[in-house]
């Protein structure tokens, strides 16, 4: 079946603009993660949805940083007015259930670059 | 400050040959600790996990030991491939959030013909 899938796979902006990522996740998973991971680097936890609940919050670095997810499914993050440290590839990955050791599947990023 | 480090130096080894990859933490007590692989492009793609109260897993070729009194887990690729060659990476999870995966930079495997 279809994996996570993420928009765009790239995006150049310039510094200032807002920018709105997209994720679709693996049909009926619970679980939705947002991470951050920039060049030569790890990921960085970013933000969790449990459904359209977002329970952690703690990893966005500052409140241009914006993620929902309406309807328990898709979710959009959304960065305002763009910094060139934003530049990094962002991930999305989802997971069937709520249980700590439930394996998460990864989209393959959308590389923004801020100009 | 909370710490995962990994080998920081690319691996280079030969085809047949088994590769270890170290992941050392700090001021941490995982409730458990995962390991993923990484291809240039696309995102990390899960391997094996490891709970704190388990010392040893195996997948195949692969086999994960978690040491908490060291603080380190060892991954090992036994019977190498030149498809193997990747970047690994060590995810923990933290006892308190476990929900929430920190992760280490990675490593990059090359696995010559």
């Known amino acids: 079946g279809a994996g996570v899938s993420q928009s765009p796979r790239y995006k150049v902006a310039k510094r200032g603009q807002d920018v709105a990522l997209r994720c679709d996740p693996i049909?009926?998973?619970?679980?939705l993660f947002w991470y951050q991971q920039a060049l030569g680097q790890g990921p960085e936890f970013l933000t969790y949805f449990q459904n359209e609940a977002q329970l952690d919050k703690s990893g966005l670095p500052s409140d241009r940083f914006f993620a929902e997810r309406p309807e328990g499914s898709v979710s959009t993050l959304k960065i305002q007015r763009t910094q060139q440290e934003d530049s990094a590839v962002y991930l999305c990955a989802s997971s069937l259930g709520a249980a700590m050791t439930d394996t998460q599947y990864f989209g393959p990023g959308t590389r923004l670059t801020v100009l | 400050s909370q710490k995962i480090e990994q080998n920081s130096e690319a691996l280079n080894i030969q085809e047949g040959k088994t590769a270890t990859l170290t992941c050392n933490y700090t001021?941490?007590?995982?409730?458990?600790l995962q390991w993923y692989r990484q291809d240039p492009g696309r995102g990390p793609v899960f391997l094996l996990l490891?709970?704190?109260n388990e010392k040893e897993k195996r997948k195949e070729r692969l086999k994960v030991t978690f040491d908490t009194t060291l603080k380190q887990s060892l991954f090992h690729i036994t019977a190498s491939q030149p498809a193997d060659s990747a970047t690994y990476l060590c995810?923990?999870?933290?006892?308190?959030?476990?929900?929430?995966?920190?992760w280490g930079l990675g490593t990059s495997l090359a696995v010559n013909p």
């Open positions: 049909s009926g998973h619970v679980s």
């Open positions: 001021n941490y007590s995982p409730a458990y």
């Open positions: 490891i709970r704190e």
């Open positions: 995810a923990l999870a933290h006892a308190g959030n476990n929900r929430k995966l920190i």
